[in-house]
């Protein structure tokens, strides 16, 4: 009876430790990180590709304020705010210095051009940042925290801050399957070029040499024209880009 006895009261003991212990790492999964006064901390921007992928950007700040700018192929189009908890926000800063996020690659060169490029900016203080581009072709860990940022973006309880216009109606005076591009140096435009024939993308002419602008045409049916723009403008090889417009003869003639 008496090694019975001195048994339960060990289940016990053990017992009482292990929930001791449980509620201890809940806990600490709660904490939060004192990051000073509001500021941006993660921005995630997610770009087009060939073909209906959602193009959207979120920014979260320290306090847990989080806005999302949807532009296509999303069920969020224009702006949105929510609130996140403060601890969700210091197990993702958390999770930037676990994975090593400062010390990464900033561009993780794509081996399949069709995919889209995600874009994530860590500012673990207000005077220092690191901007890391890629798509799947990334190391795991920076995948699992693209996951997790994706699953805040997509989630529910969003407030709605401004109601976005149809992205698909431009100004008359654009010419829709015209951009106007300048490439950034030491690029091969014709290889960039032939990598995106799928879009019909191809070369018209040179303008502007001195400022080295490149006038460049499209197919419409292929993709739309605000996506091969937005598509353009955030390639590491192009450092400007913008639709050719229609100007108005002052003297009323052709």
């Given at each position: 009876?008496?090694?019975?006895?001195?048994?339960?009261?060990?289940?016990?003991?053990?017992?009482?430790?292990?929930?001791?212990?449980?509620?201890?790492?809940?806990?600490?999964?709660?904490?939060?990180?004192?990051?000073?006064?509001?500021?941006?901390?993660?921005?995630?921007?997610?770009?087009?590709?060939?073909?209906?992928?959602?193009?959207?950007?979120?920014?979260?700040?320290?306090?847990?304020?989080?806005?999302?700018?949807?532009?296509?192929?999303?069920?969020?189009?224009?702006?949105?705010?929510?609130?996140?908890?403060?601890?969700?926000?210091?197990?993702?800063?958390?999770?930037?210095?676990?994975?090593?996020?400062?010390?990464?690659?900033?561009?993780?060169?794509?081996?399949?051009?069709?995919?889209?490029?995600?874009?994530?900016?860590?500012?673990?203080?207000?005077?220092?940042?690191?901007?890391?581009?890629?798509?799947?072709?990334?190391?795991?860990?920076?995948?699992?925290?693209?996951?997790?940022l994706t699953e805040i973006a997509m989630s529910e309880g969003w407030t709605l801050l401004?109601?976005?216009?149809?992205?698909?109606?431009?100004?008359?005076?654009?010419?829709?399957?015209?951009?106007?591009?300048?490439?950034?140096?030491?690029?091969?435009?014709?290889?960039?070029?032939?990598?995106?024939?799928?879009?019909?993308?191809?070369?018209?002419?040179?303008?502007?040499?001195?400022?080295?602008?490149?006038?460049l045409t499209f197919d419409t049916l292929k993709i739309n024209p605000s996506d091969m723009l937005l598509l353009l403008k955030d390639a590491d090889e192009?450092?400007?880009?913008?639709?050719?417009?229609?100007?108005?003869?002052?003297?009323?003639?052709?």
């Amino acid at each position: 009876m008496k090694v019975y006895a001195i048994l339960m009261v060990l289940a016990i003991f053990l017992a009482q430790d292990c929930n001791n212990r449980t509620t201890d790492t809940s806990s600490s999964d709660n904490t939060t990180i004192d990051l000073g006064e509001k500021r941006v901390l993660i921005k995630l921007k997610k770009n087009p590709c060939f073909g209906k992928c959602p193009i959207y950007d979120m920014t979260i700040f320290t306090d847990g304020y989080v806005e999302f700018n949807g532009q296509r192929f999303t069920d969020k189009l224009g702006k949105f705010s929510k609130k996140i908890p403060e601890f969700v926000v210091a197990g993702l800063y958390k999770e930037f210095e676990a994975i090593g996020f400062m010390k990464m690659e900033e561009n993780f060169p794509s081996k399949l051009p069709d995919l889209p490029k995600t874009r994530i900016t860590f500012h673990p203080d207000a005077k220092t940042q690191r901007t890391v581009v890629g798509d799947s072709f990334r190391p795991e860990e920076l995948l699992a925290l693209d996951k997790k940022l994706t699953e805040i973006a997509m989630s529910e309880g969003w407030t709605l801050l401004e109601k976005k216009e149809n992205s698909d109606e431009l100004p008359d005076h654009f010419i829709r399957d015209q951009i106007i591009a300048k490439f950034n140096k030491d690029i091969d435009i014709p290889t960039y070029i032939e990598s995106h024939k799928k879009y019909g993308l191809d070369i018209k002419k040179r303008v502007a040499p001195k400022l080295d602008l490149w006038l460049l045409t499209f197919d419409t049916l292929k993709i739309n024209p605000s996506d091969m723009l937005l598509l353009l403008k955030d390639a590491d090889e192009v450092e400007e880009a913008e639709f050719n417009k229609q100007l108005n003869n002052r003297n009323g003639r052709n």
